[in-house]
Structures are given as C-alpha cells and as structure tokens.
C-alpha cells in the first residue's frame, strides 16, 4: 500500500505541474483528492490493514493530501500568473507603432492669398468689413451713379429678385463703399472682401460667382498719389519686391478719373503666354479717385474730403501670387490640386 501510495503521489504532482489551464488542474483535484478519488479511494480501503499499520497508512494518506493540496495551490497561482501575463502582452499598446494620420483639410489657395492681402492693408491701418452678397440695387447702382439706363444694370447681366428689379445678387462688392460712408466716421480706411454675381457663362476666365476685394480711403488732401502707392505696395508685398504694374485709364461711374491696373504676367515675365492671352499682364483690379456725387450723396462735402476706392478680383490675384494658371483650377476643388498649397 506504501508503493501505492507513493506512485500516486509522484503521478499526481507530475500532472499538476502539466497543467496549462485552471480547468485542468481543477478536474485533477477531483481526480486526486475528491470524493471518488484516488487517495480516498485507498482510504477506504484501510479496513483490510492491520490495527498497528492503519494508523500509520492513516498518517501517511494525509501527508501525501496536505502536500498534494499545496501542489494544487502552488501550480493555480503559477497557472494564475501566466493568464495575468499572457492578458498583459495581449492588451499591450506598442506606442512605436505609427499611428493613423486622419486626413485634414486645409485653407483653399484663394484664401490664403486673402489673408495676406488682409495683413497688408491691417498694416496699413485699414479696417476690414463684411457686407451682404443681397443688396439693395439703391447701394449697387443709384448711390454708385449708375442711374436707371446704366448698361450694368441690365437684366441679362445681373441677377434679381424682384420684377422691380430693387433687390439683387451684388454684382460687385462697391456697394461696401456706400455702407461705410453711411455708417462710419471720417476718415474711412476700409477693405471688404466678399462673393459677387454676375450673369456670366463659365469658362477659362469667366464665372457667375467670383470673388472680390473692395478697398477705400476718404480722408483730407487724398489724391491719386495715394491711390497708386497704395497699390504698388500692395503688388509688391503680395507678388515680392521689383513686381512691375501700370495704370490704365478707364471708366466707372462712381470714380472720376478712373484706371485699371495691371502686374506684368507671373507666368512669363510680359513676353505673353496663354494666361495673360498674349498680352504681357494680367488685370487684376479697377480704381479710381471717388466721384463727388458719391460723396455728396452720402452727405460728405467733396470740397473738403476726397478719397479713392479700388475693385480687386480675389481669383486672378490669387493666381498671381501661386503661379497658377487656369481659373477653373480655382472652384473645381481637385483635392491634387488644393494640397499643393
Ligand atoms: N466695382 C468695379 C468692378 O467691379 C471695380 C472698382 C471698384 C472700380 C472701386 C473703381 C473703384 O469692376
């Protein structure tokens, strides 16, 4: 019964320490020490054993369980350590890996260039406003001096809302000029950028919503001097030093004189190109010194002040300032194009 009773001892302790799982080692407990087990199994059968061996077969029974169960006990907190470690390394985070970058957008080209063009004219002491896109056709037209039978005025080539033709889509951002007049003190140095509507066909150069970039000074002795230093600099910190520009004479209503300006083209220095359509330069805004009726309307006395205003066209100076060619580029928003910026 001793060798019986050691075999089942060694057999035991040999499986426990097999063990992987705490399921395992639970069913050997059963096997081992439960009910029907093998060491009870040997405890019944002391019966058969003489008085002066029972006790010591009865000694030697429980040693071997005590030991056993500490051999359970030992190999479940070993096999409790291992799930612990095994869940650790599972659940580990590798902060080495490199992580998913989320796509992020960014500002469109135009915007950046209106933004600088925000921090020139800031550094010049404007102010800059934002107006309505509806406007009253009183403040695009009439208060600007272009009175019933103006050509501009002219339904195929304005957008309204009314039969009565009162209440349009702005065709330009000038009537910001008015709105600062009637609401601000003198002197007045303003820009306004902003969407204007014009009934246009889409094509290389065309489009029946773009963008413009108003600017105005009203104060006391301005003459044309200002106007085109004014607007040189501006050239010159938007395309970089030496940009070469020239003043044409031209006409609108509510300036008198009146020019456009041009930069010599950035594509091929005003040798002509497809972007300048052969011509050398590339318009990018009209101007002029502010007709005194549109100053007298707005209640200023042109004797004693006097100001100008300029148009821009946010598109064609953005692709001055970031070489870019094709207007279209601008609104088709080609993710390929926009991230070169
Ligand atoms: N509003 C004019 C245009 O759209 C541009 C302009 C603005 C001209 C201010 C003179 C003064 O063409």
Redesign the pocket.
């Known amino acids: 019964m001793k060798e019986q009773i050691a075999k089942i001892k060694a057999e035991a302790l040999a499986a426990f320490e097999g063990t992987q799982a705490a399921a395992d080692l639970d069913a050997l407990r059963v096997k081992y020490l439960g009910k029907k087990g093998e060491l009870t199994g040997l405890l019944k059968q002391m019966g058969s054993l003489s008085a002066e061996e029972r006790p010591q077969m009865g000694q030697l029974v429980n040693e071997v369980k005590a030991s056993l169960e500490a051999a359970i006990e030992a190999q479940g907190k070993k096999l409790e350590a291992a799930a612990l470690e095994h869940r650790l390394k599972r659940e580990a985070v590798d902060v080495t890996i490199p992580g998913n970058t989320p796509a992020l957008g960014h500002k469109h080209p135009m915007y950046l260039a209106l933004d600088e063009i925000k921090d020139i004219f800031i550094g010049m002491g404007f102010t800059v406003l934002d107006g309505p896109e509806i406007e009253l056709a009183e403040l695009n037209f009439d208060r600007l001096n272009a009175e019933e039978g103006h050509p501009s005025r002219d339904w195929s080539d304005t957008f309204y809302f009314d039969e009565d033709s009162r209440v349009m889509l702005r065709s330009?951002?000038?009537p910001m000029q008015v709105r600062a007049m009637d609401t601000m003190e003198l002197p007045i140095r303003i820009i306004a950028p902003g969407r204007v509507y014009r009934k246009d066909e889409v094509d290389a150069t065309h489009s029946p919503m773009f963008h413009?970039v108003?600017g105005m000074v009203i104060d006391k002795n301005v003459t044309m001097a200002d106007l085109k230093g004014t607007l040189n600099t501006l050239a010159e910190q938007l395309f970089g030093k030496g940009t070469v520009t020239r003043f044409r004479p031209h006409h609108?209503p509510?300036?008198e004189p009146?020019c456009e300006m041009d930069v010599q083209c950035h594509k091929c220095g005003g040798v002509g190109c497809p972007t300048c359509k052969g011509e050398g330069w590339i318009e990018i805004?009209?101007?002029?010194m502010i007709h005194p009726r549109v100053l007298e309307m707005a209640g200023i006395d042109p004797e004693k002040w006097s100001g100008w205003?300029?148009?821009m066209g946010l598109e064609r100076t953005a692709m001055g300032r970031f070489k870019i060619s094709d207007l279209r580029l601008i609104f088709e928003n080609d993710v390929r194009f926009l991230e070169q910026f």
């Open positions: 330009q951002t000038s413009q108003e609108f509510f300036t009146s805004l009209g101007a002029g205003a300029f148009g």
